[in-house]
């Protein structure tokens, strides 16, 4: 017999229970994954019914006073989104971890889409709405062997948040700091409220009480500059006088 089995024979003495007590017993997380269903033991029945019937505990840790909140998350890309739903009774500090982790994931996914950009603003009153309703519990007691999840950092402190304030205010720095647009020399813009004639795809300047085809009513840039019923001429030094042919 080795030394391993003649351990293993040795029954715990009560002074090495004292030393290393066992640990109590977890709650039994009787709620689904997704908080809407709750096993009573035989079935499931809705979470509702239960916070209904018996002012929930959590369940996540067993700690009472609890309550049915809703959480939402976006993933969003360009024309497609998946929102997800978290419907779940929480003790205050379970349901504020998770809506610390529900804001900064739909902070950081769920603006990329056109229609889901409006439902990540939904998803975000949710939560909110949610947190506060969280904040009106008192904090988790009557259960000596419930392990609250950690809180984590701040929502403001996460990722979500720092993209979906940063980025816009990023925007807004490189927009006030560019350049303002150069404007044209003198030149051309005396040429505004001139008339021009056309022959072939050429226009040549002629005065308004001569026969002409259009009046220049703007300058642009490039041709696209103008709008679209008037038609760009270009100028030697690249710019376009923009002719209003009705005039
Ligand atoms: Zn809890």
């Not at 290393?20 to 019914?49: C, H």
């Not at 610390?100 to 949710?126: D, E, K, P, S």
């Not at 940063?166 to 008339?195: H, M």
Request: hydrophobic residues 45%.
């Amino acid at each position: 017999m080795d030394d391993k089995e003649v351990r293993a024979d040795i029954q715990p003495s009560a002074a090495k229970a004292d030393i290393a007590p066992a640990p109590l017993p977890k709650p039994p997380v009787q709620y689904s994954p997704d908080g809407r269903w709750f096993w009573n033991g035989t079935k499931w029945i809705l979470a509702e019914a239960v916070v209904a019937a018996n002012p929930g505990t959590c369940m996540v840790c067993g700690a009472a006073p609890a309550r049915l909140v809703t959480f939402r998350s976006v993933l969003a890309f360009v024309v497609f989104g998946i929102t997800t739903t978290k419907r779940g009774v929480y003790c205050r500090n379970c349901g504020i971890s998770e809506f610390r982790m529900q804001m900064n994931r739909t902070l950081l996914l769920g603006w990329w889409g056109i229609i889901h950009f409006f439902v990540n603003i939904f998803a975000i009153i949710t939560n909110l709405d949610s947190r506060s309703l969280l904040m009106r519990l008192g904090p988790p007691t009557n259960a000596p062997s419930a392990t609250p999840l950690a809180l984590g950092r701040p929502v403001f402190l996460r990722p979500g948040f720092l993209l979906s304030v940063g980025l816009p205010a990023l925007v807004v720095i490189i927009l006030i700091s560019l350049p303002p647009p150069k404007p044209f020399p003198a030149a051309d813009q005396a040429l505004i409220g001139t008339c021009a004639q056309k022959s072939g795809t050429q226009w040549s300047a002629v005065d308004c009480s001569a026969n002409h085809n259009g009046k220049v009513v703007s300058l642009a840039s490039d041709s696209s500059g103008c709008s679209s019923q008037e038609t760009p001429a270009k100028l030697d030094d690249g710019n376009y006088t923009c002719i209003d042919t009705s005039q």
